[in-house]
């Protein structure tokens, strides 16, 4: 039973445009929502988490978004960049943000020059 | 200042072996977890340390073990290796239970 499901495998934009990832989850007992960016050979590095008791969170480029009625949030990336090329991973937890995460199974972003 | 560091970076086992995989976790973080990410998947939690106890654990078998020690460190230990466990085991850290998890480089263990 998969609990967080992320359908589109990959995503291709190019250089300057907005990336937008989505994520579904199943599970109502996840209260917080991390993403992840992970360069080939390198762990998951943490880009941005939000708490079900808001609905956005921003940090520079990076925006989520959280529809809890929908069970379905999303990471919006703008202006998209080269070095935004990695595979992101939604993850979730229940209760605190350093609980066990649950993953679901990434998007391959590639950002065209 | 250091962030999570994993050793080794690369090891190859045969089945039925066992195996040690450690981890130091960022400098002032004292919760350490473990994920094993299989090949095109997402990484599965494995368990999680804290105070040198396990305090959570994912669906894993006893033969995954884990140890944490007074100085936050931790180890992986599995046993009686199969095909299956070959993947690369991620070590997590965070500062507390309410901030996010950082990740290691991980260990790639292979089975033969």
């Known amino acids: 039973d998969q609990q967080v499901k992320q359908n589109s495998p990959s995503l291709s934009v190019q250089e300057g445009r907005i990336s937008i990832l989505n994520c579904d989850y199943t599970?109502?007992?996840?209260?917080?929502f991390l993403w992840y960016k992970k360069y080939p050979a390198e762990g998951p590095t943490f880009l941005i988490s939000i708490s079900s008791i808001k609905d956005k969170n921003e940090d520079g480029r990076f925006t989520v978004f959280l529809n809890k009625s929908a069970k379905h949030l999303s990471l919006h990336i703008v202006p998209s960049q080269p070095g935004d090329s990695a595979v992101y991973f939604c993850?979730?937890?229940?209760?605190?943000?350093?609980?066990?995460?649950?993953f679901g199974g990434g998007t391959r972003v590639l950002v065209k020059p | 200042d250091a962030g999570v560091t994993q050793s080794p970076t690369h090891l190859i086992k045969t089945r039925g072996q066992q195996v040690t995989l450690r981890c130091s976790p960022k400098?002032?973080?004292?919760?350490v977890s473990w994920y094993q990410q299989a090949l095109g998947q997402g990484p599965q939690f494995i368990f999680q340390?804290?105070?040198?106890?396990?305090?959570q654990r994912g669906n894993f078998p006893d033969r995954f073990s884990g140890h944490q020690f007074p100085n936050y460190s931790s180890e992986l230990n599995v046993n009686a290796l199969l095909l299956g466990d070959s993947a690369l085991y991620l070590c997590?850290?965070?500062?507390?239970?309410?901030?996010?998890?950082?990740f290691g480089d991980g260990t790639r263990l292979s089975i033969l």
């Open positions: 599970n109502s007992m996840f209260d917080y």
């Open positions: 993850a979730a937890s229940e209760g605190a943000a350093g609980n066990k995460l649950t």
């Open positions: 997590a850290s965070s500062l507390n239970f309410n901030q996010p998890q950082h």
């Open positions: 400098s002032g973080h004292d919760t």
């Open positions: 340390y804290y105070e040198e106890e396990e305090r």
